[in-house]
């Protein structure tokens, strides 16, 4: 796992933030779900960017992957009293890394250690397969409900605004992440001011 702060700029940060607001204030936030992964979120797959967000999402390539990167780049927009469970992105349907610019807010991201071979590549609990026809997303291919826990090894990360995180192979596969909820953000003791956070996530194919 890897941060890498003030990834962007304020410009770059305010120019993806201006491409994905009108798409992304049209639709509701969904609370309802609590059995789902992430409560409080409204989210898009975008594949076509403005060149200079396209630029962006090119150093995110350089910076955290050995080659191409899913043509979809997921757009999270997860609300102030948003929370993302435990969980581990599904095997089926993303490879051995995971990145993400952290708009609009610092948030809490904790990896916690999963029974070891559970989420090894390949293995089983992925859900139903992709249907690539249309670019809607699911949680049920993408996130695989954690079970067991060892709880007894994790670690909080701060994500702050502006940064990107690389989450890859052990942090990606032998742990949970979750983004903890606003009154549980803290870091080294002191409290995160989490406010509505959006998030720019490039994955790898399986
Ligand atoms: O918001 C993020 O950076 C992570 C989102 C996430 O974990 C997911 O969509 O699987
Ligand atoms: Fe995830
Ligand atoms: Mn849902």
Redesign the pocket.
Known sequence: MRIIPDFISEAEEQQLHEEVEPYMSRLRYEFDHWDD??HGFRETERKKWYPSNREVLERVRQAAFEGAIMSYV?V?D?AADGV?KP?V?STRYCGNT?S?I?LLSDSV?RLVRTSAEKYQQGNVGDGPSKDTSDNTTDDAY??QPEAKLENNFYADIL?PRRSL?IMSHSARYNFT?E?LAKEQSQFLGNPINKTR?I?I?CRNDP
């Open positions: 992964a992430i997921h999270l997860l993302i969980h992105d995971i993400g952290s991201m993408r996130h994500l995180y992440h983004i956070r998030s996530i």
